[in-house]
């Protein structure tokens, strides 16, 4: 008789030590996922993937180049900037229109994620079946991780093609480039989705010893008295 209301007691304990904890990651999840919608979404609006790159007879000069995914821009040493955005979408590279969808993709898969994860998080109640809630954190870390993808994919292919550009001779020096603010802003915000999915994949097990077999251990203490009596 003690031993089982001790082991029913330390299942409950358990229980609730796990779904603190596991809120607390989820939080954790919840921030570095919106950093990382922050980080995407800076990605796409920012034209700062390739800046221009002063060697050669490029060192002095009264203005630099920018070029993002939707337009370039040309930077005045006195402060002013005109951009404008490119005429066609078939005159764009390979790699600058796979770039647009999957940033774009990444940053909506991006907000369902988190929606979902909220939804199912141990911390709301929008869904009240504990069952289900690991389910449904397991699929938002899908979806983060997935989402963290698409963001590190395009801007690791600018970079190579950066790198390329500028180690390769035939280039002439005025058109060569270097890396921009944004594709290390896109890894920062792809390794930050990687690690919310990572860990909200770590915490998203089905859960042991829930309700169901405390309930089990309190009929079987109360069925002992009655075979006392006999």
Same mark, same amino acid.
């Given at each position: 008789?003690? /031993?089982? !209301?001790f082991?029913?007691? @330390?299942?409950i304990? %358990? ?6 904890g ?10 570095l996922?919106i ?8 990605t796409i609006?920012v034209?700062?993937w390739?800046?221009s790159? /002063?060697?050669?007879?490029n060192i ?9 995914l =939707?337009?370039?821009?040309v930077?005045?040493s006195? +402060? ?6 490119y005429?066609? &979408?078939?005159?764009l590279?390979?790699?600058l ?11 909506m $898969?991006?907000? %369902?994620? $988190? %929606?979902? &994860?909220?939804?199912?998080?141990? /911390? ?13 954190? %397991? ?8 989402? +963290? ?8 292919w600018?970079a190579?093609?950066?790198i390329?550009? /500028?180690? @390769? ?10 890396l +921009? ?5 896109? =890894? ?5 989705? $990687? ?21 089990k !251990? !309190? ?8 075979k006392? !009596?006999?």
């Amino acid at each position: 008789m003690p /031993f089982i !209301y001790f082991f029913s007691f @330390n299942s409950i304990s %358990l229980t609730h030590s796990f779904r603190m904890g596991s809120s607390g990651v989820q939080i954790v999840c919840v921030a570095l996922g919106i950093i990382g919608l922050i980080a995407t979404v800076v990605t796409i609006a920012v034209p700062r993937w390739k800046v221009s790159a /002063f060697i050669g007879q490029n060192i002095i000069t009264a203005q630099v180049q920018e070029e993002g995914l =939707w337009m370039e821009c040309v930077v005045q040493s006195t +402060g002013q900037q005109q951009c404008k955005a490119y005429d066609s &979408l078939l005159i764009l590279g390979s790699d600058l229109q796979a770039a647009r969808a999957m940033t774009i993709i990444s940053s909506m $898969l991006t907000v %369902l994620s $988190l %929606l979902i &994860l909220c939804a199912g998080a141990d /911390f709301t109640t929008c869904i009240e079946n504990e069952d289900v809630k690991p389910k449904v954190s %397991l699929v938002s870390a899908i979806g983060l991780i997935i989402a +963290g993808l698409l963001l590190i994919i395009p801007v690791s292919w600018a970079a190579n093609n950066v790198i390329r550009d /500028f180690n @390769n001779p035939l280039v002439a020096q005025s058109n060569k480039r270097e890396l +921009g603010a944004c594709i290390f802003v896109g =890894w920062g915000g792809g390794v930050l989705l $990687l690690l919310a999915g990572g860990l909200l994949c770590c915490f998203s097990r089905p859960r042991s010893g829930g309700s169901s077999g405390t309930a089990k !251990y !309190y009929s079987n203490s109360a069925s002992a008295p009655s075979k006392n !009596y006999v």
